[in-house]
Nanobody
């Protein structure tokens, strides 16, 4: 079945970095674009970044532009989100979304705090 599994979250100090991974299975990964979303406590889920099937086109939310980088390895069926210069307001559960039916992963918690 279609499955997305996120990993790489954790606790990091402001200004630090984390790299999230989203491993896909059960569908033709290389033919689908992938998006990262996040949801902070008490807030709606928001789109953070997207990447096209080939990786040639990427888009970012204004709040993360210049700090986050989305990339993918179609050989590994994996999408990454490199997050630098993290701020407390980046604290959220991060989800990836892709595939037929736009399936969600289970999410990975990112906490930015001193």
């Amino acid at each position: 079945q279609v499955q997305l599994v996120e990993s790489g979250g954790g606790l990091v100090q402001p200004g630090g970095s984390l790299k999230l991974s989203c491993a896909a299975s059960g569908f033709a990964f290389s033919t689908y674009g992938v998006s990262w979303y996040r949801q902070a406590p008490g807030k709606e889920r928001e789109l953070v970044a997207s990447i096209s099937s080939s990786g040639g086109t990427t888009t970012y939310a204004d709040s993360v532009k210049g700090r986050f980088t989305i990339s993918r390895s179609n050989a590994k069926n994996t999408v990454y989100l490199q997050m630098n210069s993290l701020k407390p307001e980046d604290t959220a559960v991060y989800y990836c979304r892709a595939g037929p039916g736009l399936v969600w992963g289970q999410g990975t918690q990112v906490t930015v705090s001193s």
